[in-house]
Antibody, heavy 115, light 112 residues
Framework: QVQLVESGGGLVKPGGSLRLSCAVS????????MSWIRQAPGRGLEWIAY??????TIKYADSVKGRFAISRDNAKLYLQMNSLRDEDTAVYYC??????????WGQGTLVTVSS | DVVMTQSPLSLPVTLGQPASISCRSSQSLVHSDGNTYLSWFQQRPGQSPRRLIY???NRDSGVPDRFSGSGSGTDFTLKISGVEAEDVGVYYCLQGTYWGFTFGPGTKVDIK
């Protein structure tokens, strides 16, 4: 069965960096676009980055452009987060894209940005 | 960015009764390929979201047939034919026609 397992979340100070990872299994990773979506505590959902199956196409939401970088290799998806701000505090979900939507979600990893 | 709105934002429902959630987009969601990329998600308390519907009206595998999606252009609707206790949660619409893909603010469904 399809599984997406995020790791790497935690507490970081404003201006700091963090790298999230997502290990996938149960499907052919190279055949799918992948993305990161986040949800601030008690708030809605924000799609922040996606990467094509080959890695040749990458897009970012304006809120993270220039600070975050999505990448992939083998059976892992990554999100490098730099210059973190208080407003980046959220649960970050690794997701598989399907029909310009999401058919599978990870359990999420919490990132807390606070001094 | 395309702005997605939902109404109502809170929906108390009686068990067994139907429920309906509206989702509107600030511009038409018809893609140049002819598809309309509007999907619906359910997020139960403490869980990751789960997709119910994609491309307006296509139900995902394992989703009960009491859930249905309809609409076109800028106006879309999610209907639950008879609400069950397990349907409590927040429901989101998502447009995938234009990058950055955007979610609606969510509609909280609970039992009266």
């Amino acid at each position: 069965q399809v599984q997406l397992v995020e790791s790497g979340g935690g507490l970081v100070k404003p201006g700091g960096s963090l790298r999230l990872s997502c290990a996938v299994s149960g499907f052919t990773f190279s055949g799918y676009y992948m993305s990161w979506i986040r949800q601030a505590p008690g708030r809605g959902l924000e799609w922040i980055a996606y990467i094509s199956n080959s890695g040749s196409t990458i897009k970012y939401a304006d809120s993270v452009k220039g600070r975050f970088a999505i990448s992939r290799d083998n059976a892992k998806l990554y999100l490098q987060m730099n210059s973190l701000r208080d407003e980046d505090t959220a649960v970050y979900y690794c997701v598989r894209e399907n029909w310009r939507s999401v058919d599978y979600w990870g359990q999420g990893t919490l990132v807390t940005v606070s001094s | 960015d395309v702005v997605m709105t939902q109404s109502p934002l809170s929906l108390p429902v009686t068990l067994g009764q139907p429920a309906s959630i509206s989702c509107r987009s600030s511009q038409s969601l018809v893609h140049s390929d002819g598809n309309t990329y509007l999907s619906w998600f359910q997020q139960r308390p403490g869980q990751s979201p789960r997709r119910l519907i994609y491309k307006v009206s296509n139900r995902d595998s394992g989703v009960p047939d009491r859930f249905s999606g309809s609409g076109s252009g800028t106006d879309f609707t999610l209907k639950i034919s008879g609400v069950e206790a397990e349907d409590v949660g927040v429901y989101y619409c998502l447009q995938g026609t234009y990058w950055g893909f955007t979610f609606g603010p969510g509609t909280k469904v609970d039992i009266k």
